[in-house]
C-alpha cells in the first residue's frame, strides 16, 4: 500500500508540475517523445567536433589538442574533448529548457554558427579559439539582456505569424539538406570531388554519379522509408525504432563487409562516423575543454568595432533560429495560442540565452533550440518532460 501511494504521488507530482494531462499526454508519451529527439539530433555529437577539430585557428592551433595530446598542432587530437563537452553543455541545457520552462524543445550547438567560428571568426589576424569562444559568450550576454529587458520578447509578437512560420520552414529544410549530403544521398558532381586546391561544388547529384551504389547509402534509404511507411501506418515510435532499427543494420552491415570510413581512397565508406558497438556504454569522459575562452581577447586582436559587428552577426542567427524553432515546435505540438506565440515565452528566450553563454563557455559554440526537437513532438511530447529525458540520454 506504502508503495503505491508513493507511486501515486510521484505521478502527481509530474503531472502538476508539467501539465502533463492538461496539454493530452503522458509520461510514457514524453519519454519517448523525449528519446526520438535525442535520437534526431545526437548527429551533433559527432559533426560538432568534426566541424570544430579539424580547422585551425590563425595561430595555427587546434580546438583541444593541446589539452589532449600537449601538442596544438595535430589535426582532430581535440575531438572527444569537443564531444564530451558537447554532449555536457546539451544535456545541462536542454534540462534546464524543461525544467524552467516546461517546453519540448532540447538544445544542443547550433549549426551554422559553429561553421561561422570555425572558418571565419577564428581565421581572423592574430584570433585563437578561445577569443571566438569569448564573442560566443558575449552575444549570449547581450540576449540575456534584451529578454531581462523585454526587448526580445517585443520583437518575437511583433513578427507576423506567417514569417515566423517560413523561418521554421527554412530551418527544417536547411537540417533535412544537411541529413541528404551526410548520408550521400546527396553529393557534389563528381568532376569537383577531392580535387586538391579546387573550390567545393554544390552537392547536387543523386547518390554517388547518380546512383544508389553503397551500402551505407542502402542503410539510409531504407531508414527514411521505414520512417515514411511506419508514420503513414500511425506507429507508435515510428522514427524511434526506425532510427534503432537502422542502426542495428548500420553495425551489422560493417561488422560483414569493414567498410571503413569514407575517403577519397574510399568513397563508398562510411561519412562521420563508423557504425561500430562500443567498448562501454558509460564513462566519465575529459572536461578539460570547459572554460576555456577569453572574454575580452578578441578586442586586442582585431579592434572593437569588429567585435562589435561579429557579435551582432552571432545575435541575429541565434535570434531568429530561436524564434522559428519555438514556433515549429510549439504548432506541431498545439501550444500556440492565437497570435502564434508559445506558453512561458519569456523563461524559454531565457534558457535559449544562457545556452549561447553556455556553449561558448563549454569551449564548443552557441547553443541553441534545436528544430529537431518537432520529431518527439510528433511522437507525443507535449511538456518539458520530454526535454529532460533528452538532457538525460545526452548525459549517458
Known amino acids: 500500500m506504502a508503495n503505491t501511494d508513493t507511486k501515486a504521488a510521484n505521478k502527481g507530482f509530474l503531472d502538476s508540475y508539467f501539465k502533463i494531462s492538461e496539454r493530452g499526454s503522458t509520461v510514457g508519451r514524453e519519454v519517448r517523445g523525449g528519446l526520438v529527439t535525442f535520437f534526431a539530433m545526437c548527429y551533433i555529437i559527432v559533426l560538432n567536433p568534426l566541424i570544430l577539430g579539424f580547422t585551425p585557428d590563425s595561430t595555427g592551433a587546434f580546438l583541444g589538442a593541446e589539452l ?10 581535440g575531438i572527444p574533448l569537443i564531444a564530451a563537452a558537447t554532449s555536457l553543455i546539451a544535456a545541462i541545457m536542454s534540462i534546464a529548457m524543461g525544467a524552467v520552462a516546461n517546453y519540448p524543445i532540447a538544445i544542443a550547438a547550433g549549426l551554422g554558427i559553429n561553421a561561422l567560428v570555425a572558418y571565419t571568426i577564428v ?16 552575444e549570449g550576454l547581450v540576449i540575456l539582456i534584451l529578454v531581462l529587458t523585454g526587448f526580445r520578447q517585443a520583437v518575437f509578437r ?31 558532381p563528381a568532376m569537383f570531388d577531392y580535387v586538391p586546391g579546387a573550390q567545393p561544388g554544390t552537392p547536387v547529384q543523386l547518390g554517388s554519379a547518380g546512383s544508389v551504389d553503397s551500402w551505407p547509402l542502402l542503410v539510409f534509404v531504407l531508414g527514411l522509408a521505414s520512417i515514411v511507411l511506419l508514420t503513414a501506418r500511425k506507429i507508435k515510435g515510428a522514427m524511434l525504432w526506425s532510427i534503432l532499427g537502422g542502426t542495428i543494420v548500420a553495425i551489422i ?5 569493414t567498410l571503413g570510413g569514407k575517403s577519397p581512397e574510399n568513397p563508398k565508406g562510411w561519412n562521420l562516423n563508423v557504425p561500430s558497438i562500443p ?18 581577447g578578441a578586442i586586442e586582436k582585431i579592434g572593437i568595432v569588429a567585435v562589435l559587428l561579429l557579435v551582432f552577426s552571432l545575435l541575429l542567427a541565434d535570434f531568429f ?10 504548432a506541431e505540438a498545439d501550444l500556440l495560442d492565437d497570435e502564434g506565440n508559445p506558453p512561458n515565452t519569456t523563461a524559454i528566450l531565457v534558457v535559449d540565452s544562457l545556452a549561447a553563454v553556455a556553449g561558448g563557455a563549454g569551449s564548443v559554440s552557441s547553443n541553441t533550440a534545436f528544430i529537431e526537437s518537432a520529431s518527439g513532438v510528433g511522437e507525443g511530447a507535449r511538456t518539458g518532460l520530454a526535454s ?9
Open 388 to 396: 529532460i529525458v533528452t538532457g538525460t540520454a545526452f548525459l549517458l
Open 253 to 257: 552491415v560493417e561488422q560483414v563487409a
Open 123 to 138: 581565421k581572423m589576424p592574430g584570433m585563437t579559439w578561445a577569443d571566438g569562444m569569448g564573442l560566443i559568450v558575449l
Open 68 to 77: 589532449a595530446t600537449g601538442d596544438p598542432t595535430i589535426p582532430g587530437a
Open 158 to 188: 511583433a513578427v507576423p505569424a506567417g514569417l515566423k512560420t517560413a523561418i521554421s520552414v527554412g530551418i527544417g529544410l536547411f537540417i533535412a539538406f544537411i541529413g541528404l549530403v551526410n548520408a550521400g544521398f546527396v553529393t557534389v
Open 279 to 296: 567498448d562501454s556504454f558509460v564513462s566519465v569522459p575529459n572536461f578539460s575543454l570547459i572554460g576555456h575562452f577569453s572574454l575580452f
Open 321 to 330: 533560429d530561436t524564434m522559428g524553432t519555438m514556433v515549429a515546435v510549439g
